[in-house]
């Protein structure tokens, strides 16, 4: 029952509608011809479009990222977005729009009081994005068809100019990071080496292994005189009395050989070339230690030189950093206003305006 009366009320109101036709066609024929006017006297504004490509930069620290981490396919995730990011970036920086502004002169032709509102403007005259396949699509708009073709180029050009300065200004910070680095590195070898030389004369080291090896064939031979000299002395006190010259001269003989090994041992000699041989396993362990100090510095060197030389190469060199796929050309037709689309959408709107004032009229 309440359908039926639903569909009742629903054909009651299409009759009234209906009823009133006249006017609603009258006043939707008004609005839209006004619209069709209007429309016609609304400029014309064309729009230009280049598209671009950054070029695949070496960047030292993001190269050695996503280098690394290529093998766990997170590399294209850090790697290619990057420099698209970086170009919208300067697009939507004023200081971009405020070369535009001032080579073309937009604050007359926008006709505002200032370069601040000229740049607005500018802005909403820009269009720029990433496309389907990651290309930097950037386009404008203009009511000079003539102009916009060069707006566009010379938006181009701004765009590289302003990257390349920061890429310049980047190297130039790395420069002097690196320099920094490296001079730091080689004042730290240039203080080992220091350090180890004079430790090394302290402590009689000039080639631990081979005077090890040396010393401790020097203290086998003695320890094996000393040895023959006891036997030997053993056999002469057995076969003679005390009082035999050559005992003497046996006890004087051996007395020499121990001193000798004890000097050669303890390193009593002034001039004596080895080290002690109780300080032999601190001097092992030192040696070792500034070894891979030695080592860690070596290999940073490695590491930052090249760096350093690509910085400072860098820093000079001015190449294009963005590879133009199209120029922006002069537009043969207008990209907006869309006039037809506008006189739809009044002619829409109007209907359903002019129905509801004569429902709420009719009530």
Known sequence: MIVKEQEMNMIDLIKYLWSKKKFIITAVFIITSISIVICLFLPKWYKSTAILLPTTGDDSALSLLSGGLSGMSFGRMFGNNTDQFKILAIIKSRTFKTQIVKKFNLVEKYKVDNIEEAVKELDDNIDAGIGDEMQIYIGMWDQDQEAIADMVNYAVYCLDSINISISTKKAREMKEFMKYRVEDVMDSLNRIQADLTKYMKSENVFSLENQVFVGLEN??????????????????????????????????????????????????????????????????????????????????????????EKAKIDEKKELPTIEVLDYGVRPERKDKPKRALIVILVCFMSTIFSSAYVLIKGK
Request: aromatic share 6%; no cysteine; hydrophobic share 40%.
């Open 219 to 308: 203290a086998g031979q003695i320890q094996a005189s000393i040895i023959a000299a006891e036997i030997e002395l053993a056999i002469t006190k057995s076969a003679t009395n005390e009082n035999n010259p050559n005992t003497e001269i046996i006890k004087e003989k051996l007395n020499i050989l121990q001193n000798k090994y004890e000097s050669l041992i303890l390193a009593k000699e002034p001039n004596s070339i080895l080290p002690k041989f109780e300080n032999i396993p601190e001097i092992g362990i030192h040696l070792e230690e500034v070894k891979r100090k030695v080592e860690y510095y070596a290999l940073m060197l490695q590491f930052l030189g090249p760096q350093y």
